[in-house]
């Protein structure tokens, strides 16, 4: 089944301590103002305005959470590096999402949504520096493909990943081409990020199964 399909609008927030308890696997799409992150949620949600999409950059300012089927979260973060939001503005978002990267621990993934013809801006590798250390994946969408020919792509797949690989980080961030206008590379963003949520699945299997071999060692001591 799609794991995105039916997901559902829950709430919205100005602060990351205004989201729902961590519970359950969680990914955030974050991404510079007007990369097309509302767009691709929509696109993968099969939904025309589940998040609100604008021609006006900026349009996301606060948190949206939508509630997958299985019970997981996708987190539409606001759009960064818009030049016509005041400085200080700009600074507090930054913060925002610093905390909310940082600290939100069943964050099991990011989705990195970058404009194909200019991805890996100084701010997005800012996104990937304080991600990364969690040893987590990052995802990149390289979105708006459809304003690429296929020879531009591919020079542009080649060139993100000796950077990334540059970086060291080639084995934790993968990317892909993606069109919300085509609605192309869906599949692939399903089978990544299908593999983020077993993972997290099995590890929380294996600690719910440490969590009951402590009890049992427990109870064996008791009765010493
Ligand atoms: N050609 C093309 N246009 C796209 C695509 N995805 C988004 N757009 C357009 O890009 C603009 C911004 O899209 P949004 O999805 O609102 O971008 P966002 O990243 O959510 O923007 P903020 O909420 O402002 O941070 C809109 O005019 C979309 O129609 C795509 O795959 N191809
Ligand atoms: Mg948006």
């Given at each position: 089944?799609?794991?995105?399909?039916?997901?559902?609008?829950?709430?919205?927030?100005?602060?990351?301590?205004?989201?729902?308890?961590?519970?359950?696997?969680?990914?955030?799409?974050?991404?510079?103002?007007?990369?097309?992150?509302?767009?691709?949620?929509?696109?993968?949600?099969?939904?025309?305005?589940?998040?609100?999409?604008?021609?006006?950059?900026?349009?996301?300012?606060?948190?949206?959470?939508?509630?997958?089927?299985?019970?997981?979260?996708?987190?539409?973060?606001?759009?960064?590096?818009?030049?016509?939001?005041?400085?200080?503005?700009?600074?507090?978002?930054?913060?925002?999402?610093?905390?909310?990267?940082?600290?939100?621990?069943?964050?099991?993934?990011?989705?990195?949504?970058?404009?194909?013809?200019?991805?890996?801006?100084?701010?997005?590798?800012?996104?990937?520096?304080?991600?990364?250390?969690?040893?987590?994946?990052?995802?990149?969408?390289?979105?708006?493909?459809?304003?690429?020919?296929?020879?531009?792509?591919?020079?542009?797949?080649?060139?993100?990943?000796?950077?990334?690989?540059?970086?060291?980080?080639?084995?934790?961030?993968?990317?892909?081409?993606?069109?919300?206008?085509?609605?192309?590379?869906?599949?692939?963003?399903?089978?990544?990020?299908?593999?983020?949520?077993?993972?997290?699945?099995?590890?929380?299997?294996?600690?719910?199964?440490?969590a009951t071999d402590v009890a049992t060692d427990l109870a064996a001591e008791d009765n010493d």
């Amino acid at each position: 089944m799609s794991l995105f399909r039916h997901a559902t609008f829950e709430i919205s927030v100005a602060q990351p301590s205004g989201l729902p308890r961590p519970v359950g696997a969680e990914i955030a799409f974050a991404g510079r103002s007007n990369a097309g992150k509302s767009s691709a949620i929509n696109t993968l949600a099969d939904h025309t305005r589940l998040a609100y999409v604008s021609k006006t950059p900026g349009r996301t300012q606060l948190i949206n959470l939508f509630r997958l089927k299985n019970g997981a979260a996708m987190v539409d973060l606001p759009g960064y590096g818009f030049a016509q939001v005041p400085l200080a503005v700009r600074k507090q978002w930054q913060g925002l999402l610093e905390t909310y990267l940082t600290q939100r621990h069943n964050l099991v993934g990011l989705v990195l949504i970058m404009d194909a013809r200019r991805p890996f801006t100084e701010l997005d590798w800012k996104m990937i520096g304080w991600y990364a250390p969690s040893g987590r994946p990052i995802h990149c969408l390289l979105t708006k493909s459809d304003k690429l020919t296929h020879q531009e792509q591919i020079k542009t797949l080649r060139e993100a990943r000796k950077a990334l690989a540059a970086a060291n980080l080639g084995e934790q961030v993968s990317l892909q081409m993606f069109s919300s206008l085509k609605k192309t590379g869906i599949e692939e963003v399903e089978r990544v990020v299908g593999l983020w949520f077993a993972k997290a699945d099995a590890d929380s299997a294996a600690e719910a199964d440490e969590a009951t071999d402590v009890a049992t060692d427990l109870a064996a001591e008791d009765n010493d």
